[in-house]
């Protein structure tokens, strides 16, 4: 794999894929301790040599990634750089036909955004409105302390490039993929970036508060005697009721905890939603962090201490999860961010599960999945989805936007909890699936979902470690049943280790991986991540993981175990942080301000709202000084905050951004409530980035589509359809398995299965948090 230009997101490419085997080389140079640099070897284009041993990597790489840092040594054309960009991929695979091409850029290359080139990744999150939705310490909106759009945008481009490879294992050809940063910001937005009938976002959003440290009550984080801050994750009743009696609320609050408004304490009325905070902060505040970490972990309560970076470095589970490794660096002994993603392969032979063979003729490749477009680079390719909310759902989303024909496999008695819940975010979660209801804790339903496996290409789940085992369908009983399957479960915390045995939550892991500390202030109160970015995140590395085995299934390989966790994914998105060097002082911590790393990269408040601006580039900061009509030489950091931030407030956002883009200072607006603008942005309709299925204009239900594009086929990205009613597949399914009307209508009979239109797709208002039960 070569890299020329990529930027950030490449870096994220080059770490996922030399993890897992490949050859890296990149333009330029990192610092010898970064986790992003690890397995690259890197090259000067501006040398005789490095140009020489470039065009040897043009010339045999499987893989370039182009982006609109492409070396000035490289660009055939003056133009804009995303177009330049995308015109050297454009004709590198006219020559070489069987390289797999991976372009990233700010916006897209088509619309209304697609020269702003220089876009760096707060100003794409102020745009996207990730920045208003997350909450601060202090008033305003927040820009993100690392690189959460960043990595996700590598995660898509990762998965697009290997879905190529893919591809090209069975036609010999290559293909070109595209991603940008919005579409990592718009692959987070999942929970909110839905419209349609029935749904309203703004109660939704009410109903969340906006406080630092939390969403809920029962899902924020709270100080301890001791002054260590100790984070809540219970997000359904079972888990609010252990939490209230461990902390004693049903004994000091009876009224409060068990009165009308407190409906389980999942969302309670906003009376009793202020008054259940000082409750909670009171009660914590009366152990110190180990008393109480002991107490929730004997009541079965979700929770997690909040660590920082260098603390997670001595974590037993990130040990166990070997999210922390050694390496050695000019003589120097470093401890830095391991594998987000592990491998197994079957360990021997084991007699499968055989399926109910009632009336059940042999199911072929023929019999088995719809017809998908050809072109698609995952054409063919068949997944059975046993999974619930965020992580599972997110990455077959992905694989089915890439072409695959994706099962969905939900209990009889509601469905996916995002459906029981009525999460607007079923919709763009599940769309282009079809969906199967089977009651799994019947033997006959065991039988049904055994014999599907024994017939799809890949099974990913996202549950406790052991509950797929209970069920029948572990890693090991379905790679002896069908050895060349791709299984894939998404945890909590990891399959093994301490933690292992937890239910877990997207806050926890993030708090766990220092995520929540680095993104608070200075004075050491964490933040929580309102979007729910570790959820997505690790719906995004099963999506990776599981191609990565496919490739290598392709080229040869077997079948294999994949795994991957929540506190996997959140350690990805503070791999930077994450590194100790023996007989060195710590690394500098990137600067806790609410606002931004520093007083030229920063969100600001104007007249009318706020402005994000990044004048870190060379030349930048005086052409910034001569717009606000001020001396930025010499200030300090806080100094310079002051007088910008001033001059800023004393004119509209509107009149800003005009003089700013005027005098070449990249800025951007701070987009709010984007639920309410995203269906008619200007940019995303001109990328046809916008989904509208179920209806006609004024029924169907809008979300995001097209996170990765392909040259080759523009359907690639755009989602198969609708979000499917609960079960209505299952006999469509059953009768691809080969099982007659007879026996799919005595399974019915019997609770085995649920037919038709048993729920239909979401449209309330409840929002919904990842947890494994």
Known sequence: MLD?????????????????????????????????????RFVDAATAAGRAQLDRLLDQADVVLVGPLLPHALRGRPGPPPQVARQFADALRVRRPDVVTGLVTAYGTEGPLADRAADS?????????????????????????????????????????LAALVQRARTGRGDGMETSLLAGALATLTECMVAGPGIDMDARMQALSRRASGVEPFYSAYECRDGRWIHLGAAYPAFIARAAAAMGLDRAAPELVNGPGFDGGRIPSLDVRDALYPLIEAAIATRTIAEWLAAFEAADVPMAPVLSAAEFLDDPQAAANGLTITVDSAGRRIVQYGPAIRFRMRQGPRDGAEGDARHRAPATAETIGRDVAPGLPLSGIRVLEVGQLIAAPLATRVLADLGADVVKLEPVDGGDLARRNAAPAFHPLNAGKRAIAVNLKDPRGRSVAVALAGHVDVVIANMRPGAMERLGLGEADLLAHNPRLVVCNSSAFGSTGP????????????????????????????????????????????????????????RGGPGRGVETSLLDAAALMNAAQLVRIDGAPPLAEPARTQYGPSAVARLYATRDGWIAIDATESGNSGALGRVINASLD????????????????????????????????????????????????????????????????????????????????????????????????????????????????????????????????????????????
């Open 4 to 40: 020329l230009g990529a930027g950030d997101v490449g870096a994220v490419v080059r770490l996922l894929l030399a993890d897992a085997g490949a050859e890296a080389t990149a333009v330029g140079e990192t610092s010898s301790v970064s986790p992003w640099g690890r397995g690259s």
């Open 634 to 773: 010499g200030l300090d950091e806080g100094r310079m905050t002051t007088v910008i931030g001033t001059a800023f407030a004393g004119r509209g956002a509107e009149e800003w951004l005009t003089r700013l883009g005027d005098a070449g200072v990249p800025a951007a607006p701070v987009a709010d409530a984007p639920w309410r603008t995203f269906a008619s942005d200007p940019q995303l309709l001109a990328l046809d980035a916008l989904a509208r299925v179920g209806g006609d204009d004024g029924d169907a239900t809008v979300f995001t589509q097209r996170w990765i594009r392909s040259t080759s086929d523009p359907r690639t990205g755009a989602v198969g359809g609708r979000a499917p009613d609960l079960g209505e597949h299952t006999a469509d399914v059953l009768h691809e398995l080969g099982f007659d009307d007879s026996a799919i209508g005595d399974f019915a009979d019997g609770g085995v299965v649920l037919l038709g239109n048993g729920a239909a797709a979401p449209t309330s208002v409840q929002p919904q948090r990842e947890v494994r039960p």
């Open 499 to 554: 933690y292992a045995h937890r239910p877990g939550v997207d806050g926890l892991a993030a708090a766990i991986a220092g995520v929540q500390l680095a993104q608070g202030v200075a004075d050491g109160r964490p933040v929580q991540m309102t979007s729910a970015t570790t959820d997505h995140a690790t719906g995004l590395l099963g999506a990776v993981g599981i191609l990565i085995a496919l490739a290598g299934r392709e």
């Open 121 to 161: 990744e707060l100003l794409v999150t102020a745009r996207a409105g990730l920045s208003a939705l997350q909450a601060g310490w202090h008033p305003g909106p927040s820009a993100f302390a690392g690189p959460v759009v960043g990595v996700n945008a590598g995660l898509l481009l990762a998965a697009g490039v």
